[in-house]
């Protein structure tokens, strides 16, 4: 004999099952997700062992969900193009990898995010939330992820996080730019430099803005050497991040940009350092290099407007 809390077992998992597919109709397209107010990076010692903890709430960026499949518990996402920064001493640390994350259940709504990370280049290391209550909030998403487990020595993660309206989405196009490769003062080889063209989008990181410091995530760069014909495009895909700050009469810029050459399939990292400039934003006028502009190098000569 059915039982009447069998039934009501049923019609709920029925309606979960639902809800499953209702997601696994948002399709394919990536949703670019942002780190909230609230979210925490943590190094240190966790009980039961005894030495300091780092804690911050200096950390912020983007990252993308994607819709991968869905079984019969859980609809599963791909994490992809984490593109985060968190203060440490100072310094800005640069946080990139990728991952999955899974909500589902058969009765209480339950997740877990994985993500490989390389945190400040040091070799890869996968965070772990393990699966936990939670989710109910979705597409929102609150879940904690960490090395160890948070026993002992461990660096832990508390993300919160929610998709990017459009409205806070920015295009800008490149314009007068070129991409330069050879050699810099004090070296003496050929350099090359070809004209370069394509888009980026910016988002504002509100989370760490404050009145004399605004920072914005650089997300969807691609980007193409204009080349002669009997030459092939260089082009150029990845995301970085881009701050201004103020101080009194000037102010001061910097870009980072994680970018992968989609013809040799090369990562590398250009980075502008901290140099003046900044005061005629919206429009963006900056440099970057990989090796700092020196000898052997690669760099872009940006010029961008919206």
Request: net charge neutral; proline share 6%.
């Amino acid at each position: 004999m059915i039982t009447r809390r069998t039934i009501l077992f049923l019609v709920f998992a029925g309606m979960l099952g639902l809800a499953n597919r209702a997601e696994a109709q948002l399709g394919p397209s990536p949703v670019l997700y942002r780190l909230d107010k609230g979210t925490t990076f943590s190094r240190g010692c966790y009980a039961p062992c005894d030495c300091p903890l780092f804690s911050t709430e200096a950390i912020r960026g983007t990252y993308t969900l994607t819709f991968d499949h869905n079984d019969p518990q859980f609809t599963w996402y791909r994490v992809e193009n984490v593109n985060w920064a968190v203060t440490i001493g100072g310094d800005d640390k640069r946080i990139t990898g990728s991952g999955l994350y899974k909500r589902g259940g058969q009765v209480a709504i339950q997740q877990q995010m994985t993500l490989n990370l390389v945190v400040d280049g040091v070799a890869q290391q996968t965070f772990d939330s393990g699966l936990v209550t939670g989710g109910g909030e979705f597409p929102k998403i609150n879940i904690t992820i960490s090395v160890n487990g948070m026993v002992c020595y461990d660096t832990v993660i508390g993300i919160v996080s929610s998709p990017v309206p459009a409205s806070d989405i920015t295009t800008y196009t490149l314009n007068n730019s070129t991409y330069e490769e050879g050699c810099f003062p004090p070296c003496l080889c050929p350099i090359q430099s070809w004209p370069v063209g394509g888009t980026f989008n910016l988002v504002p990181l509100p989370n760490v803005t404050t009145a004399i410091r605004r920072e914005y995530a650089v997300v969807n760069v691609s980007w193409a050497t204009i080349s002669p014909s009997t030459a092939p495009a260089r082009r150029f895909n990845g995301f970085g991040n881009y701050k201004i700050r103020d101080v009194g009469p000037t102010s001061n810029q910097r870009m980072v940009l994680d970018l992968k050459e989609l013809n040799s399939g090369t990562q590398s990292r250009f980075d502008s350092g901290t140099v003046t400039g900044g005061t005629q934003f919206p429009n963006i006028d900056i440099d970057l290099a990989v090796n700092g502009f020196y000898c052997n190098d690669k760099a872009f000569f940006l010029h961008a407007t919206p």
